[in-house]
């Protein structure tokens, strides 16, 4: 059993694992264990999480989402098949958790009176400047 907080728990039943070979150093050892770990979690069909936490982890980490809602999560940083898979749960725990927190509510707010003076400047050092650039006509 996967506990992300307190009150969300994933059950064994609803991910399963697969190993490879991991590629990078290790000598021998490479070629003859299966040490990588990949981690799929049917989270369309989980019931032990909020469809509203599976929506906003789905915008959140959408390359870690297949098209029929499966999250992929694979890890070969370790040289042992155990903390490979110690290393996935703890990367889908840290997803879940992101997904579960919502996002900070944007306050509108308004230029203050300085901003908007320097912005006025602004622009009319940018119009002088520019007036100042035109081919002056002679009278005559």
């Not at 707010?109 to 400047?129: F, I, V, W």
């Amino acid at each position: 059993m996967l506990t992300i907080s307190d009150e969300l728990t994933l059950p064994d039943g609803e991910y399963e694992w697969s190993y490879a070979r991991a590629g990078g150093p290790g000598g021998q050892n490479v070629n003859k264990v299966a040490s990588k770990a990949l981690l799929r979690w049917a989270m369309t069909l989980s019931t032990a999480v909020p469809d509203l936490v599976k929506n906003r982890f789905a915008k959140l980490y959408p390359s870690y989402v297949t098209n029929t809602g499966d999250v992929l999560i694979v890890s070969q940083r370790y040289r042992d098949q155990e903390r490979n898979r110690d290393d996935c749960l703890a990367k889908l725990a840290d997803m879940i958790r992101r997904a579960k927190t919502p996002p900070k509510a944007r306050k509108v707010s308004k230029p203050t009176a300085g901003a908007k003076r320097r912005r006025l400047a602004d622009k009319k050092h940018n119009a002088e400047r520019k007036t100042a650039r035109r081919d002056v006509k002679a009278d005559g």
